[in-house]
């Protein structure tokens, strides 16, 4: 077929880019087919971009809810709950035991899990598999049978079936993001919104709960679950010499009849999750006070009734509370210590004094959140990009809610390359890796631009030799490494690009004379002939030395010298 030069196939070929290698072939060898009508393309197997993933594309979903640099937690296609990282590191394989159920009284079996039927892979091989689940034995409980999931960056959408109950359920989950609102898109934030339709011919009486594990102990002390209007906070006090473990979790709804279980039955191997099991099973509700410690686990109830065909939503809010860290990389020059304090402490956590604190801020402001995300959500998947494009960006976007970003204390952003198991992957906002990122200096400038401030106050020694690797908390670099070429030039073409998205003539004058010696440093490194080549040996992204001319390297270079002369013309002209 021949090639068309339109948007829609520029567009397409760009998105395939982004997809990765390993993805290529099969994309490839779609495009030579014949190109279907606007909106009805499909992605690689016959499933229809930004559609509904079910069966075996409903198999390893993992949703992020959270806030950037707050910490996350997963909502997987089946409606589980998994990749829990609140205590400022990646966890990528802990599903703690916490979960949604429902009874409807009077149907023999009719309790469920509000999941779909947990995915084989999950089963084998797994960290802690053989107990039935990896963070506490669940798998084992009745679901649904049908799960599908759609997504709506940052809402996901869940719909379960089970053709033994009278019932259909639907799970939204969010978390707040408005592009320009950097405060609110950083909140300790996740909310689950569950629907549920009387499908039957008669009325039925239902009890919804909650349950969750107190997965936030840490040792054999000061742990408990502790008492909240409408739900419970599982909650951890600071141990001695490791202030880093304390850290709350907070359960809790809207609804003035909850019940709430502060502290499941106390016994050995499964018996608290059996017996708050048996509850559930039961179509009863269980009301026990807080204990002073050492209670296994919580669970909340909401008893409710449906005429056939009605509707009824509960609002199952989340927030948790973990001030402190261990996360300490890098030396300054003389061994100072950061501003903010020897280890990292998240943003949130200047904002709020406690757990509490946190939770009435999220539930007065709700609604307001909602609305605005949602305006975000309908006009970015109104936008007419092609959907496999709509598809990819919003598939990417869903970094800024993972564990791969931190924003400190003072609200300066900060990142590592990527996500390990339970590390983060390569530290330091690496100007060679997040020279490509293009998604947060539009969506979120304020942020963006505190890079460049680390970049060029941090980071940049007197004679211009920049580091490509912040230190956090964020402290001025010890220099004894190699600058990287591709990094150090990028950054300022990001110069450029963060003053055109701002418009901020006097952010730019401030930070142009550290952009000079900045630049004056490349020439005098890199192009010492004043030939317009990078030839002299330079670092980049490779994590090696190139020595000689490179295009890669040069690009950069006859870029950042053509953003640098812009700049330069505005720096030091009055208006």
């Keep these: 077929m021949k090639k068309s030069n339109n948007r829609r196939f520029f567009l397409k070929n760009i998105a395939v880019a982004y997809l990765g290698a390993t ?4 994309i490839a060898l779609a495009a030579k087919e014949e190109t279907p009508p606007p909106g009805e ?3 690689p197997g016959g499933r229809r971009f930004n559609e509904t993933y079910s069966g075996k594309y409903n198999n390893r979903i993992a949703f992020p809810v959270g806030g950037i640099g707050a910490g996350m937690f997963c909502l997987e296609g089946t409606g ?5 990282s609140v205590h400022h590191n990646p966890e990528m394989f802990y599903e703690p035991a916490m979960f949604a159920a429902i009874s409807i009284k009077g149907i023999p079996d009719g309790a469920r899990v509000l999941e779909g039927n947990v995915p084989d892979w999950k089963k084998f091989g797994q960290r802690d598999a053989g107990l039935g689940g990896t963070g506490g034995a669940t798998w084992g409980l009745p679901r649904f049978n049908e799960s599908t999931f759609n997504a709506r960056f940052p809402f996901a959408d869940i719909r379960l079936r089970d053709n033994a109950l009278p019932l259909q359920v639907s799970i939204k989950g969010w978390s707040p993001f408005t592009p320009g609102d950097e405060d609110h898109a950083s909140m300790p934030f996740g909310a689950l919104e569950y629907q549920f339709t009387n499908t039957g011919a008669k009325p039925e009486e239902y009890i919804f709960s909650y349950h969750a594990r107190n997965f936030m102990r840490q040792g054999d002390t000061g742990n408990s679950v502790k008492a909240m209007p409408q739900g419970f906070v599982l909650s951890q006090e600071a141990i001695p010499d490791a202030p880093e473990k304390k850290g709350q979790f ?7 009849s909850t019940i709430v279980d502060h502290c499941w039955f106390r016994g050995g191997w499964f018996d608290p999750l059996t017996m708050s099991w048996n509850t559930v099973k039961a179509g009863e509700t269980r009301n026990t006070a807080p204990v002073e410690k050492d209670a296994p686990g919580g669970s909340l109830y909401v008893p409710f009734r449906l005429q056939p065909g009605e509707k009824k939503v509960i609002r199952l809010m989340m927030t948790w509370y973990v001030p402190d860290s261990k996360l300490h990389i890098g030396d300054s020059p003389g061994g100072g210590t950061p501003a903010t304090g020897k280890y990292y402490r998240p943003w949130y956590s200047s904002r709020f004094k406690d757990v509490a604190e946190a939770a009435d801020y999220w539930s007065g402001h709700y609604d307001e959140l909602y609305r605005q995300t949602s305006l975000f959500t309908n006009t970015f998947y109104k936008s007419t990009l092609p959907p496999e494009v709509l598809e990819a960006v919003a598939a990417n976007l869903t970094i800024l809610k993972s564990a791969t970003v931190m924003r400190q204390y003072d609200g300066r952003f900060w990142c590592w390359e990527g996500s390990g198991d339970s590390w983060g992957s390569c530290h330091g906002t690496c100007t060679h890796v997040w020279n490509y990122a293009q998604a947060v200096p539009h969506l979120f400038p304020a942020l963006e631009r505190s890079l460049r401030h ?3 106050h941090e980071n940049q020694n007197t004679e211009g030799h920049q580091g490509f690797r912040a230190n956090i908390p964020i402290s001025p670099l010890v220099h004894n490494f190699h600058s990287a070429a591709d990094g150090q030039l990028g950054g300022i073409m990001k110069m450029y690009r963060d003053w055109r998205v701002s418009g901020d ?6 930070m142009f004379p550290l952009v000079k010696v900045s630049m004056d440093y490349c020439i005098r490194t890199w192009d010492p002939k004043r030939k317009g080549i990078v030839e002299e040996p330079h670092h980049n ?4 030395e190139f020595w000689g001319p490179t295009g890669m390297c040069t690009s950069f270079y006859l870029g950042a010298l053509t953003a640098f002369t812009a700049m330069g013309a505005l720096s030091w002209r009055r208006c």
């Design 505 to 510: 003539n006097d952010w730019l004058r401030k």
């Design 41 to 43: 393309e499909k992605a």
């Design 454 to 456: 680390t970049e060029f």
């Design 250 to 256: 907070a359960i809790f709804t809207t609804e003035p």
């Design 80 to 84: 589980a709950i998994s990749h829990m």
């Design 23 to 26: 993805t290529i072939p099969a």
């Design 541 to 544: 992204t490779y994590d090696i």
